[in-house]
């Protein structure tokens, strides 16, 4: 499986089985490179990357940022992620950022013919957050708002430490033809723009479409 960028924002990728599946991203998001099996090549990527995010910064931070990208590309791989990229705004003067992911799991072989209520029911047990079963244009989904500690980089903070920070997320399960399921998780560690990121990851995750070998829109049923 392999993400790519394809018009007006739109990205997608192949899985097993021929299924396509594309999503449109709203203008403004920074998307971390993840396509690059080249490790020489995906430095320069992450360095351009930091110039655009950091236009004003020094070098040196523009670098010790990208260092710390690259830091997580071994959990990326291991969640299999296949997209990732993140957004700054401001909201009521405060300068808020959020984080979208996309990845591809395999659904477990005793999720049967129903597939939504077998991870509905998974996600519940795990008592992470609040689950409900939803209804997308390209078929049934499980969606789950909840938060989850985590810890913010030295290189972000003030003093210079890593810091403790609870981050609000809202992950999407979607069961596809293939015995696999996408993934899709927004999270944010600025609560005043939560109404803001949801609502646009709400339009992210309805953008959904799936395609089959011979070209034909799917629709997994309920």
């Known amino acids: 499986m392999s993400a790519v960028t394809t018009e007006e924002n739109g990205r997608g990728v192949v899985a097993g089985g021929g299924t396509d599946i594309r999503w449109i991203m709203p203008e403004g998001f920074f998307e971390i490179p993840m396509d690059s099996e080249d490790l020489d090549e995906t430095a320069e990527q992450l360095v351009e990357l930091a110039r655009s995010v950091m236009p004003e910064a020094d070098f040196e931070v523009q670098l010790q940022w990208a260092v710390m990208v690259a830091a997580h590309y071994d959990s990326f791989m291991e969640a299999g992620v296949q997209y990732a990229g993140f957004v700054m705004t401001e909201v009521e003067g405060s300068r808020c950022t959020a984080t979208v992911t996309v990845s591809m799991i395999d659904l477990d072989e005793e999720a049967g013919p129903h597939p939504v209520g077998f991870l509905g029911s998974s996600m519940r047990h795990l008592g992470i957050g609040r689950v409900s079963e939803i209804d997308l244009p390209c078929g049934p989904a499980v969606s789950c708002i909840g938060t989850r500690k985590g810890s913010l980089d030295g290189s972000l903070t003030e003093s210079g430490e890593a810091e ?51 070209g034909k829109m799917l629709v997994m049923p309920g």
Request: proline share 10%.
């Open 164 to 214: 403790p920070v609870m981050t609000s997320f809202i992950q999407v399960q979607i069961p596809l033809p293939n015995g696999t399921v996408l993934v899709m998780e927004l999270g944010t560690p600025t609560p005043q723009a939560w109404e803001v990121f949801s609502s646009m990851f709400a339009g992210v995750v309805k953008s959904v479409r799936l395609f089959g070998e011979d």
